[in-house]
């Protein structure tokens, strides 16, 4: 497996300078992981799990950095999973036989909705120029398969209701989980994931900073706090 690359200094600073303290922002990890042929890769720091008697919702977010498994090296898959014990209730990512970005798992295999997919189609292959930022929301249903809406590079300065239709996958499926894993496995040199997030609203994912602004805020933050001493 490829080294994790983190920047602790910008992630402390951070904290103190967005706010995401709040509680409905449960987990965020704002550094890149690079997942390459690896089957259970648990994200750093998780401590959360929903069983089959759960209800409410939760939102997820990851970013995918020019992936080195793309449309060019298949037959391939990643993606984050939702897993029970040793059972995979959920993928979202690239399935390995979509060739596309999708979900996989309990679900079956669904391509994902992108308001720029390939012609003639509604999915969108995987390149390796890629930036896509998948957010993932699960409504859990008790003793039942839950409903999962998946958005494909949604706007997030709008609201969730305001969310085009064409890049919004909505489907069933049984996403109850244990623990969360970054999967990567096949073709290509992996997948470099990237602000990680899991909230309880719409509006406190879409809060997160993305990688770039992030940066400049925690060295916005930085600086400040050289100047105070």
Do not use: C
Not at 40 to 64: C, I, M
Not at 66 to 72: A, E, I, M, Q
């Amino acid at each position: 497996m490829k080294p994790i690359k983190k920047n602790l200094l910008v992630g402390v600073v951070l904290g103190a300078a967005t706010g995401l303290g709040n509680a409905a922002v449960l987990y965020h990890y704002s550094g890149s992981i690079v997942v390459n042929e690896t089957w259970n890769y648990a994200l750093p720091g998780l401590n959360l799990s929903r069983a089959a008697a759960a209800s409410g919702t939760l939102y997820f977010k990851y970013t995918v950095n020019n992936p080195g498994s793309n449309n060019t090296t298949e037959q391939y898959y990643a993606g984050m999973s939702f897993f029970d014990g040793d059972a995979e209730h959920l993928g979202v990512g690239n399935g390995w036989d979509p060739w596309a970005y999708s979900a996989f798992g309990s679900a079956g295999n669904i391509d994902l909705k992108s308001a720029t997919p390939e012609p003639g189609a509604t999915y969108q292959q995987v390149r390796s120029t890629d930036t896509t930022t998948i957010v993932l929301r699960v409504d859990f249903n008790s003793f039942a398969n839950d409903n999962i809406t998946v958005w494909l590079n949604p706007n997030l300065a709008q609201t969730e209701a305001a969310q085009n239709s064409a890049l919004t996958t909505t489907f069933s499926a049984d996403a109850n989980f244990d623990r969360i894993y970054l999967r990567e496995g096949g073709g290509g040199s992996g997948w470099n994931f990237s602000n990680i997030a899991v909230a309880e609203t719409f509006s406190e994912i879409a809060a997160v900073p993305e990688p770039s602004a992030a940066l400049l805020g925690g060295l916005g933050a930085l600086a400040l706090l050289r100047r105070r001493r």
